[in-house]
């Protein structure tokens, strides 16, 4: 098993442009998650599914978007890239909305 | 609010040394799950534990142990002699939603051979 992948792993955006992280798992589970990272700040959940073709806000949504199409796949998109975007990536699933979150190996945006 | 506090924002230790690592949480709700996740060089989390609100009991795993005090709103983690392989970034993280899962802002943990 893969587990949590992400992609891509390093990304060089110039502002105003836009790009989509994806984000698979091959363990059926039902929650993804999209947080960021930020020095200092610990993570910030950005949008959460707790299944297929649902999504939800989470703590910091502004200027993302996300789909769930499939199970196994939970995409976060930037329509227009800002500087405060700057961020480390990380996808994240759990079996249940309590268990135990699996994490990807992240992604790292910097937006000029 | 919830809200978690990792004061210690770095610790450095001798090998072989025991080491605790601090997190204090703040919750109104009754009904909440703690976590500590390992987030070594390589960048990705690793899940270490997780404890519910109604269940105190102190918890060891190897060199790792755990200690829930209800009372004063923590969840300490201690690494009994230290390894070289244990110097990661340590997140403490509350749940109390069900998609409501809160970091803290995590200890940087360096062993010195």
């Known amino acids: ?112 | 609010a919830q809200k978690v506090t990792q004061a210690q924002t770095e610790i450095s230790v001798v090998e072989k040394e025991d080491v605790t690592l601090d997190c204090v949480y703040e919750t109104r709700d009754t009904t909440y799950y703690l976590f500590w996740y390992k987030q070594p060089p390589s960048g990705e989390l690793v899940f270490l534990i997780r404890r519910n609100s109604f269940d105190e009991q102190n918890e060891i795993s190897g060199r790792y142990s755990w200690n829930f005090q209800k009372s004063t709103s923590s969840f300490n983690f201690t690494i009994t002699a230290s390894q070289v392989v244990d110097s990661a970034v340590y997140f403490c993280a509350l749940q109390t939603g069900a998609n409501n899962l809160f970091f803290g802002t995590g200890t940087r943990l360096t062993v010195i051979p």
């Open chain 1, 1 to 112: 098993n893969a587990g949590v992948t992400q992609t891509p792993k390093f990304r060089v955006l110039k502002t105003g442009q836009s790009m989509t992280l994806l984000c698979a798992q091959d363990m059926n589970h039902e929650y993804m998650y999209w947080y960021r990272q930020d020095p200092g700040m610990g993570l910030r959940l950005i949008h959460y599914s707790v299944g297929e073709g649902t999504t939800a806000k989470g703590e910091v949504p502004d200027g993302y978007n996300v789909s769930r199409l499939k199970k196994q796949n939970f995409l976060l998109g930037l329509e227009s890239a800002a500087p405060s975007q700057t961020s480390v990536y990380f996808c994240a699933s759990s079996y249940e909305a309590y268990n135990e979150q699996f994490f990807g190996p992240g992604t790292r945006l910097t937006v000029l």
